[in-house]
DNA sequence: TTGAAAGCGGTACCAG
DNA sequence: CTGGTACCGCTTTCAA
């Protein structure tokens, strides 16, 4: 009952109105000076619903973080949200944040959200071999950009990855020139950006006279001792823990101090990925920071271009950072991994 | 066009399908199921834009988290929106997340909202005093839920609060049960809901025979140890600490730790309001757990209610749960209290 | 430069 | 029980 009411109130027709506040040429100077001073006198806003309907768009940009509503509190989400919403808020776009555990509720909301046109597109985050998401989306045809890695070396996703030769090497250089030799690449399995971590230390350890172990974690409260004791049995020599996911590095720190033992002195703990639990651990940990929040506010340009049927760009090239703290230094002369 | 298609494959009217797809008891069960049917082989899903704006409903909840994007790491914010996002999505409603930051970009962000008619509700937070939001949303008479505390004391607006003698007598019997006699109340003067807190301890610690003092903090890094050496200097006497939001018992035990000094042995340290950060300090701060996510799933509900018309009932009494971990014990001796 | 009219995809009122 | 019709508020041809 807007541009109604802006048209009664000028003797106009809603036509007009909406052109000129559309912001098209073909409306007289004149006519289009007295529209806007009588939109802003009512205070007009446009009614989103009625605008979308017409344009067929959602205006939204949706986000479905893997996992109970309360992984919400993983870092790194709130960094990929705190991206896209930087964006979005530009564009004056809708943003909808939701959550669902893998199965078939997931797919269920996934469908309701491209089906009943909710969203113009999806950040899809923490991908698993196989997904049944990217395989929906794809056979749907509709806008999505992939966090972190694709199982697929599928070019026609669009997957937003960091360098992780360039992460790897950043790492592996600095623990090599600390003397290490023998390190480990601890993370989970079941996501493809954690395993594609792992492999890239694994490939890049060796050009700095290193070797790299797979260590699989998962993610279990408790279980970093356990782990511990492992390597100090199974692999004596390894004196560097490289923690490729959020908590596992601080999670390492905490179980070795528990045992009295000093993290970056019998142990260097290093983390791929940064979060304030790096910063308030004991102690702080060095970590490679990740630009991720660029990358999720880069992911909202290319979820519209998609949508407007536009060509994606190149896509940068992202690097990450390395937060120098005080969990890592020299390779302790014999280990001291007897937790 | 789906309705549409259904209604042609099936040679009927468009009104007939909706009524059956919408549940209406006006439809024979026998062209029900062929409809259903229908539905079920295209896999029919309504568009929510059409069906939004015909009932001029947005089927969205919002919530503008308070300063920058970066606020959503607030553990607070993630518990409302695991809280709200878990009831919403049992409504299968929309749940939109942004971040504004105090000023004219925020109240147009509410404009915005509001009359674009892109959500039925909002969830308001971390209110201040004389807060315009406020004064908006009530002139504009939309749906909105304050989370903490309001200013004023009309009853007209629906405020979702715990019981604050309740919390302050759970941790001022615990103190006094320790031996403590004179306390500290911490946090900051800009939040309503937070001053309340303050207050509420400094009217229950005579209860149990001990004085609480009010010191304001302005959530500065690196704050805490100015205001454990204030604190030493100013008031020698105070043996405990209460910090009402967020980080501040933890920020003060790092403090305290950075001088040599135990948390729990030379000052203990209790949080108004529980998170990660306190099971991860060293030590694992005692706090009091708030119904966050309970109070959030409620706040979707009333928020629905009021946008239906519909009254709203009583509240329930929400009431903390006391985290016992290690930062707190026996009122020392002597203060300890030197930083 | 302006306006009438046809949708976008649903829902709801009324008549049959 | 079913279908015609109007309408939600806006955008966009197409004529005038």
């Known amino acids: ?91 004056d776009l809708d943003f909808l944040v939701m959550s669902a555990t893998p199965g078939p509720s997931e797919l269920r909301l996934y469908r309701r959200l491209v089906e009943g046109r909710r969203v113009d597109g999806l950040i899809v985050t923490r991908v698993r071999p196989d997904d049944p998401r990217l395989a929906y989306l794809a056979e749907a045809r509709f806008p999505h950009v ?9 070019r026609s996703v669009v997957s937003l990855e960091i360098d992780r030769r360039q992460a790897a090497e950043i790492i592996c250089g ?29 490939e890049i350890a ?31 020599d390894v004196t560097a823990i490289v923690g490729v996911c959020d908590h596992i590095a601080a999670g390492f720190a905490t179980a070795f101090r528990a045992h009295g033992l000093n993290p970056g002195e019998a142990c260097s703990v290093i983390s791929f990925g940064d979060s304030l639990a790096n910063v308030f651990a004991d102690p702080p940990i060095t970590a490679l920071q990740l630009p991720t929040r660029d990358m999720a506010a ?12 536009l060509p994606v760009d ?11 703290r005080a969990s890592d230094g020299p390779a302790p002369k014999q280990t001291a991994l007897r937790a």
């Open 1 to 91: 009952m807007s541009l109604k009411i802006i048209a009664n109130n000028l003797g106009l027709s809603i036509t007009t109105v909406s052109r000129a506040l559309g912001g098209h040429s073909d409306v007289s100077e004149s006519t289009r000076l007295r529209i806007e001073r009588e939109a802003q006198r009512i205070a007009y806003v446009p009614n989103e619903m009625a605008r979308r309907l017409q344009k067929g768009r959602a205006d939204a940009i949706g986000l479905v973080v893997p996992g109970s509503p309360l992984s919400f509190e993983d870092p790194y989400f709130v960094d990929v949200m705190a991206g896209a919403w930087s964006r979005l808020e530009n564009y």
């Open 206 to 236: 060796p050009r700095f006279g290193m070797t790299a172990i797979d260590v699989a974690t998962t993610g279990e409260p408790g279980e970093f001792e356990r782990l511990a004791t492992r390597l100090a049995v199974e692999h004596p």
């Open 298 to 309: 880069h992911a909202v340009d290319i979820l519209l271009r998609l949508r407007d049927g």
């Open 314 to 324: 190149e896509l940068p090239n992202w690097v990450g950072h390395l937060m120098v």
């Open 174 to 202: 600095r623990l090599a020139d600390f003397g290490h030799s023998r390190i480990a690449a601890v993370g989970p399995d079941g996501m493809t950006c954690m395993v594609k971590r792992k492999q890239a230390l694994k």
């Open 146 to 154: 992939v966090f972190g890695a694709t199982p697929s070396n599928d």
